[in-house]
């Protein structure tokens, strides 16, 4: 059994009753903003005033020493534990601003002690190697609190996460200074030091210490999933790395940690989304909450996590270049566009499916891939807006038997693809009724049934075609008559699919508001050939708008095939 022991216990002694704590390398820095940070002070402050007998405010975890390490390592917690520390030594430096000698008191018992012949420090918590210095010789440094906010002045380059440090050093100055103003000296420290006790004493967390890391993270997600912040990547960082740490021995796993940090600020926000898409390209689709778990389970010993590590960063980058149409990996412009459809279009569940096929099939039966993916998706939520499950698990289920060769080409995937096809009556019903307020989708279905029409000519660039709605979304006063001869209130038909066009942009800007009758001569001057068709109506009645949805509904179909 791995799990130790835990107790809970006041901020004293998790300082003095805990062996020096470590933040191992591989763990995110500080990164509290400010929001995080006055209300750790409003809670004391309250704590202090309300003189309430305790205060939880969450737990820190530990994972013990082991026979080669001197130090726990904190595996969470370690924003409350740094931000406390901070409050700390704000106090302390404003008595060393009064040559109060109980400075040396508040520094010995929570900060560090010195060696009395060296004068070598042993700290009580080390941050990580991205905050630790800058901790150590600007936050914890002996020096007035004053002089310190001057020094602070002088800094001209510093890390995001360094200035966090910084930022909640001085508003916790600044509240303590305002909140002793007023008071005469001595009362004024004598304040200060009462509040450092409700810190201190008050202030309570769940100390959890364990000495094996597969129990201490099964613990550890259990808790994440009661409210803590860390994202999968979090997670699975912490616990991936805790797995190969050597405190012997770091080079290596440092140079992977710098693979991991740099994936991570690649994908951005996407990174939780490419765990899942990994994961759902090779195993049964799962939620986000569940990758966590799941992985763990299945990635235990050291030859493991660097097995995962090396295929992961390497499919990454795909999923990155498979999100960045634009990127110059691809390097074809069929290929950009696809793409480009997909992202558009906003389909996330196929992904596994690309991701897979871009790393299994030929370039050709890839881009076909795309393209097949883009019918069904299309037809299948853009238009019918059909539940995303059956979707997720239909593309999950492809990806698995790609990644197993039981399907090396395209044409499977298209069998396969077209058992989740919706029925023609389902997709004419729904089509009929597309209802758009943003530009983006219908401006990309008239664009893609006019490159049909067009046949890769592009009379027009693409760049130049804005989205024309024929009954304005601003109507000039003429309208009134108008909707009132016709019975059309302008509400229902403005944003249906089938009052709408493109127009190359000059064209757009002229016609604008105005009547159809008067829009009609930028209609017979437009070169895109979707507007053939517009050319011959003479008036924009309800018969009208039905002939041309019938007719986009009819190129649709054309256009986006499985």
């Known amino acids: 059994m791995g799990l130790g022991n835990y107790e809970l216990r006041n901020l004293d002694k998790v300082f003095n009753n805990t062996p020096k704590i470590k933040v191992p390398f591989f763990q995110r820095p500080y990164s509290w903003k400010k929001s995080e940070q006055s209300q750790f002070l409003e809670d004391l402050f309250r704590v202090h005033d309300e003189k309430l007998s305790s205060y939880f405010i969450g737990s820190i975890f530990l994972r013990e020493a082991t026979e080669d390490e001197e130090e726990f390592l904190i595996i969470d917690g370690q924003q409350r534990i740094t931000s406390a520390t901070i409050l700390i030594s704000v106090i302390r430096d404003i008595l060393r601003q009064y040559n109060d000698q109980r400075h040396l008191k508040i520094e010995s018992r929570y900060l560090f002690e010195e060696d009395m012949i060296t004068s070598e420090k042993e700290y009580k918590i080390n941050l990580n190697d991205v905050n630790r ?51 005469e000296h001595p009362e004024n420290l004598t304040s200060l030091l009462l509040l450092l006790k409700t810190l201190t004493d008050k202030f309570q967390t769940l100390s959890i210490i364990v000495t094996d890391d597969n129990e201490a993270f099964t613990i550890f997600e259990t808790l994440n999933d009661r409210g803590l912040d860390l994202t999968i990547s979090d997670l699975l960082k912490n616990y991936l790395f805790s797995i190969i740490y050597d405190s012997a021995d770091e080079d290596d796993t440092r140079l992977l940690v710098t693979q991991w940090d740099a994936m991570v600020e690649k994908l951005g926000k996407s990174i939780s989304g490419f765990f899942k898409h990994y994961w759902n390209s090779k195993n049964k689709p799962i939620s986000e909450k569940q990758i966590f ?10 030859k493991q996590v660097l097995s995962f590590l090396k295929e992961i960063f390497t499919e990454s980058e795909i999923y990155y270049f498979l999100l960045n149409p634009e990127h110059s990996y691809w390097n074809n412009k069929t290929t950009e566009g696809l793409l480009d459809e997909v992202t558009i279009l906003g389909m996330r569940q196929c992904l596994p499916v690309l991701l897979s096929a871009k790393i299994k099939f030929t370039q050709d039966e890839f881009v076909k891939t795309i393209e097949s993916c883009i019918g069904l998706s299309f037809r299948y939520s853009t238009v019918c807006n059909l539940h995303n499950n059956k979707l997720e698990g239909l593309y999950s289920n492809i990806s698995n038997q790609i990644r197993d060769n039981k399907i090396k080409t395209n044409s499977k995937v298209r069998e396969i693809l077209k058992t989740l096809d919706p029925k023609d009556s389902i997709y004419v019903e729904s089509f009929k009724n597309l209802n758009y307020k943003s530009n983006k989708t219908p401006r990309y279905i008239l664009k893609k049934i006019n490159n049909n029409l067009d046949k890769g000519n592009e009379i027009v660039s693409s760049d130049m075609i804005t989205l024309e709605h024929i009954v304005p979304e601003k109507p000039i006063e003429a309208y009134a008559d108008f909707f009132k001869k016709y019975k059309i209130i302008h509400k229902e038909v403005v944003y249906k699919l089938y009052n709408m066009t493109i127009l190359s942009e000059e064209y757009n800007r002229i016609a604008s508001s105005q009547l159809f009758k008067n829009k009609l001569e930028m209609f017979s001057k437009s070169r895109l050939p979707i507007n053939t068709k517009m050319q011959s109506f003479t008036e924009w009645t309800k018969d009208q708008m039905t002939d041309w949805g019938e007719y986009l509904l009819t190129q649709s179909k054309i256009v986006w095939k499985i």
């Open 133 to 183: 210095n800058f901790f150590r010789e600007k936050i914890l440094d002996k020096e007035k609190a004053s002089k310190k906010i001057e020094n602070f002045k002088k800094i001209s380059q510093i890390s995001d996460t360094n200035k966090l440090l910084l930022d909640c050093y001085k508003l916790y100055h600044k509240s303590l200074l305002d909140w002793i103003k007023g008071k």
């Open 293 to 302: 778990r799941e992985l763990k389970d299945k990635i235990r010993t050291k």
